[in-house]
């Protein structure tokens, strides 16, 4: 009759929607939650716009650095690198290269032209210079060699650039470092809060008894298939719609994180918002699944939210020094920890691109792993009433439950 | 000889030291309301559990009508468990709607039918009421719309009267005896023994996870020694009674008027005893009696339900002093 016919796989993945379905709709019609996802898109648009915003407004011109050379000639060169990067810089004489670096480590200057020979920068950022030193070792290249070597104009369309030297080691800019910092900001806001989410919903169902009707007609694996699923479906739709608003608002602002390597760590971040969740959403779950009353929840969650609280907490320092130590690398390739620490070593331009796959691809294994055994404890412990069940005797009885 | 719908076959489960579950076989006519009975303790909750897939077994097959009940089958199962529990912050129509729906229905029906049981079980006008906000009888209704909203073809009840008025249990009964009527099997459970015999057609009696005793409930009441109950005016004592020999019954028990309660032998032959009561003064009272069900459950172990709560009671107690842990 009414009763819709179907196969059980045609069933399971019915039942798995619908639990899911009852998940996204019960919060995305509170209040709480609409509020929270305004504050955060806004505070994302702010800490984009507001810099950009700033930085036009006090746009003095850079100061460029000329050793040994006459000035007057170089400085129509200096004026145009400066056009070409949508802002002035002027040419200033500089006694000698000593006199120059000086002047350039204090940051009296921007940049030092040494015609004909190199560009000197304070220090050279990953992924190389840009702005009006970039353009600046462009055109003294090009001047250099029509100069210099007769019949050369011909060559010029193929582009050559002097040297650009850095007086430091090279490293991330500060514009990538505070990136870096956002983003584990919000790395670690998602991963716990829809986290708890997910460890107080099925408090929720086990302490009010529902769990033993929903369990007379859906399998546990579809119950708790279901819930990190919906929930997880509102994470990645918050954390979407921030990088929406990241990339939107950056290019409407014309800020210069929307380029280069800002971007890149707001990819990063957003990769391990999705296999960090995948990781962590069952541990979540297996944890609200020991408790007897829902307010126990927040001291069983607490080990499983530990790894990324540590790698949360020391992402500070590597974010404000020059190089991570071995200890942090470790962290970013270990499954728990990872989600956090592998956009900060990024960030801080510790780790390459394909070191951040390789940790992206360990994390999503981990998350079988966990996956199994975190299902395994929720299935033994959701129906079992009585006091709270130990974390210890839970992973234990887990294990003698897995199959020879 | 009705069809059996439900066949619970050698069901065995253990926990850790104790046998919850101990090779209880019974069967359940299909369209009636059958009393799943016995003390605290026997083992009730776990095969209701088991119907649905919720508890493991350790041994032991479920059959519907004839075949292993797999997931199609408990789809068309309505329960409602011991533990009763909704979602607290969830509006009563979405509640009894998404059950609906995990059960197989598609939205439409599912609301439509939401809507019917709502009404059906006197709840309208509360269907945007979260279900916390809702009294506890109404809680019990809502419960009870849950097990009833897909139209079930089988309904499992774990100790519905518990907690009840007067009032609510009459309803109660009305609604199993109209599901019945309308072809659904009822099975309830419940270790009031004596509340639900006049409700049920049929009973299966369990205790220590065994079957004790099953069958229609007249035959259980009517047992295969009749009882009559015979009293003699002015012997308050029923001295008289100590005549009838052991061909003919046993004098079972004296109550405080002076009726004698005789277990007859089958073979035995009433007007016996009432030439016997008659010799012995003016008759007052002499009339076969039924059973009442938690005799025929003294008879069957030896023990009252009473006495069979306090072991478990006890045996629960030690249980839970050694493993250090609730079940």
């Known amino acids: 009759m009414s009763i819709a016919t179907g196969t059980d796989a045609d069933h399971a993945l019915r039942t798995t929607w619908l639990v899911a379905r009852r998940e996204i709709r019960l919060r995305v019609n509170t209040r709480a939650y609409r509020i929270i996802t305004a504050i955060l898109l806004i505070a994302v648009a702010l800490a984009v716009v507001l810099p950009a915003v700033l930085a036009s407004k006090s746009s003095a011109p850079d100061r460029i650095g000329v050793v040994g050379a006459d000035t007057a000639a170089v400085s129509s060169l200096v004026t145009e690198a400066g056009r070409l990067a949508g802002g002035q810089a002027v040419a200033v004489t500089e006694p000698s290269l000593a006199a120059a670096e000086a002047a350039l480590r204090s940051g009296t200057l921007s940049a030092v032209l040494v015609p004909g020979t190199e560009i000197i920068v304070k220090q050279v950022p990953l992924g190389g210079v840009s702005g009006p030193a970039a353009n600046l070792a462009q055109l003294a290249g090009l001047s250099k060699l029509i100069q210099t070597v007769p019949g050369a104009a011909t060559a010029v369309s193929h582009g050559v650039t002097l040297p650009v030297r850095g007086l430091e080691a090279q490293s991330a800019p500060l514009s990538s470092r505070i990136t870096g910092l956002a983003t584990v900001i919000i790395v670690w806001i998602l991963i716990s809060a829809f986290g708890s989410q997910i460890a107080m919903g099925i408090g929720e169902e086990k302490s009010s008894r529902v769990v033993e009707v929903l369990l007379s007609t859906v399998r546990p694996a579809q119950l708790l298939v279901g819930k990190v699923l919906g929930i997880g479906l509102l994470a990645l739709g918050q954390a979407a719609s921030m990088v929406a608003v990241f990339v939107i608002a950056g290019f409407a602002a014309g800020s210069d994180l929307v380029h280069g390597a800002s971007l890149g760590v707001v990819v990063a971040g957003g990769v391990f918002i999705v296999v960090g969740y995948a990781f962590y959403c069952t541990a979540y779950a297996a944890a609200g699944s020991l408790v007897s009353r829902q307010s126990d929840v927040n001291s069983t969650i607490l080990p499983v939210q530990l790894p990324l609280i540590v790698a949360y907490a020391l992402s500070y320092t590597v974010l404000y020094s020059n190089g991570a130590n071995t200890f942090y690398r470790v962290l970013g390739f270990l499954p728990p920890t990872a989600p956090v620490a592998m956009p900060v070593l990024y960030a801080a331009g510790d780790v390459p691109v394909w070191q951040v796959a390789v940790s992206a691809v360990l994390c999503a294994a981990g998350t079988v792993w966990m996956a199994r055994i975190a299902a395994r404890i929720y299935a033994n412990s959701i129906l079992r009433s009585g006091p709270r069940i130990g974390f210890r005797q839970a992973v234990k009885e887990a294990r003698s439950a897995l199959p020879d | ?312 009671a006890a045996s629960a107690r030690t249980a839970e002093a050694t493993t250090g842990a609730g079940r």
């Open chain 2, 1 to 312: 000889m009705t069809s059996l719908d439900l066949e619970l076959d050698g069901l065995r489960r253990q926990y850790g030291s104790v046998t919850a579950l101990d090779g209880l076989t019974f069967g359940v006519p299909a369209g009636q309301v059958f009393g799943f009975l016995g003390p605290n303790g026997a083992g009730k909750t776990t095969t209701m559990r088991a119907v649905f897939g919720v508890t493991a077994l350790d041994a032991g097959e479920i059959r519907w009508r004839g075949r292993p009940a797999d997931a199609a089958a408990r789809r068309t199962f309505g329960y409602m468990p011991e533990e009763r529990g909704l979602y607290p912050a969830m509006e009563l129509l979405d509640q009894v709607d998404y059950f609906a729906r995990l059960h197989g229905m598609d939205g439409p029906t599912a609301t439509r039918a939401a809507r019917h049981w709502i009404d059906r079980l006197g709840l309208s006008g509360r269907e945007r009421s979260r279900i916390d906000a809702l009294s506890h009888g109404n809680q019990q209704r809502a419960q009870l719309a849950v097990a009833l909203v897909h139209d079930p073809q089988l309904l499992v009840l774990d100790e519905p009267f518990s907690g009840l008025d007067p009032g609510g249990i009459d309803d109660m009964s009305a609604i199993l005896a109209e599901r019945a009527a309308a072809g659904v099997t009822v099975l309830f459970s419940s270790h009031q023994l004596d509340l639900v015999e006049g409700l049920c057609e049929a009973v299966a009696i369990i205790h220590h996870g065994r079957l004790v005793v099953t069958g229609a409930v007249a035959d259980l009441r009517r047992g295969d020694r009749p009882l009559l109950a015979v009293r003699v005016t002015d012997d308050r004592a029923a001295g008289w009674s100590a005549a009838v020999g052991p061909s003919v019954g046993t004098v079972d028990a004296v109550r405080a008027d002076g009726t004698a309660e005789i277990s007859l032998t089958s073979t035995a032959d009433s007007q016996v005893v009432l030439d016997l009561a008659r010799a012995a003064g003016p008759l007052e009272h002499f009339a076969f009696e039924d059973r009442p069900l938690s005799e025929v459950f003294r008879q069957a172990t030896g023990a009252s339900v009473g006495q069979a709560e306090a072991e478990h």
